[in-house]
């Protein structure tokens, strides 16, 4: 088989297309070259217009795998005395809860079975829980929350 044609077989989401590809195959760029700075730059500029803060925060672009984002923002949203609601229904979600455990956050867990969608009313929910479940889908499922 040719080396284009490759399958990878590790978990998550892999198809790469050709435009992908193309755009990979150009010259590296590194973090302290201008272009770099600045396409950095305009990438932090268009997220904070799109969540319309622009003057009033700041866009942090973290680079790492997906749980080094998720213990960042565990770390930081919840506020210290705070609790934090971890609904959790798959690896990802179980393992927010254990990033809380390690970084001694006070925390519920709300846990349904890996194959359903998590159902909840914040409405009865205490005013001093911080829902957090910042994951759209499980990968290993495509079972969309």
Avoid at 16 to 38: K, N, P, Y
Avoid at 113 to 128: G, K, L
Wanted: proline share 6%; with cysteine.
């Amino acid at each position: 088989m040719a080396a284009s044609g490759k399958l990878l077989f590790t978990p998550g989401p892999l198809t790469t297309s050709a435009a992908v590809r193309a755009a990979m195959a150009s010259t590296d760029l590194g973090s302290r070259d201008s272009v770099f700075i600045e396409l950095q730059a305009s990438v932090r500029r268009r997220l904070l217009d799109v969540g319309g803060v622009t003057g009033t925060h700041e866009c942090v672009l973290l680079q790492g795998s997906g749980t080094y984002a998720v213990e960042a923002v565990v770390g930081c949203a919840v506020p210290r005395g705070g609790t934090a609601l971890v609904i959790s229904n798959g690896a990802y979600g179980d393992r927010i809860g254990s990033i809380c455990k390690r970084l001694d956050i006070t925390h519920r867990m709300l846990s349904v079975p890996w194959t359903e969608a998590p159902t909840y009313s914040f409405n009865h929910a205490p005013n001093s829980l911080l829902p957090l479940h910042p994951l759209h889908t499980q990968c290993w499922s495509a079972l969309c929350n």
